[in-house]
């Protein structure tokens, strides 16, 4: 379970800037809140502690990198018992194709973003490891014609 963390409005002002600006040093992150650089980094340290901020991570553009498609696969499993839904779960780990993964409540128990080289290999991978994954019932696949919004921030 996850608990919410009390913040005041330097935690909130140092959240956004590293949202904006994952490589800031702490020295410009303290001066751009208003604090000075050795309790900027016990905040910092702090909201890392709690589990606030999860990481950093550099943000690749795919089609740069030769992926070019981008799908999403709603899938339903035969069974739903809380062993089948973490057996799934702890699947599509393996699966570099799979970018996120979601458990979802409706017609389908799981949604994943896939990101492909190609069509080609999309397919491979639905027919060859998905579709032919223990306890998987139904594959829907939706191919994306372009993306039209990329907020991967949290608005705070």
């Known amino acids: 379970m996850v608990v ?3 913040l005041d409005a330097i935690d909130m002002k140092i959240l956004r800037e590293l949202q904006d600006d994952g490589r800031i040093t702490n020295v410009e992150l303290a001066e751009r809140v208003g604090i000075s650089a050795p309790p900027c980094l016990r905040r910092v340290r702090k909201l890392e502690e709690a589990g606030v901020i999860r990481g950093y991570r550099a943000l690749l553009n795919a089609s740069a990198l030769g992926y070019d498609l981008v799908a999403f696969c709603m899938v ?3 069974h739903q018992s809380d062993a089948n839904l973490k057996a799934f779960a702890a699947r599509t780990a393996s ?33 060859e490891e998905l ?13 994306t014609i372009r993306q039209v919004k990329d907020a991967c921030q949290v608005e705070i």
């Open 4 to 6: 919410r963390v009390e």
């Open 131 to 143: 579709t032919a994954t223990e306890n998987v019932d139904t594959v829907r696949t939706m191919l």
């Open 76 to 78: 339903g499993l035969k």
């Open 95 to 127: 699966w570099p194709l799979v970018r996120e993964a979601w458990m979802v409540s409706g017609e389908s128990d799981f949604l994943l973003q896939c990101v492909a080289e190609n069509l080609a290999s999309f397919q491979d991978f639905v027919i």
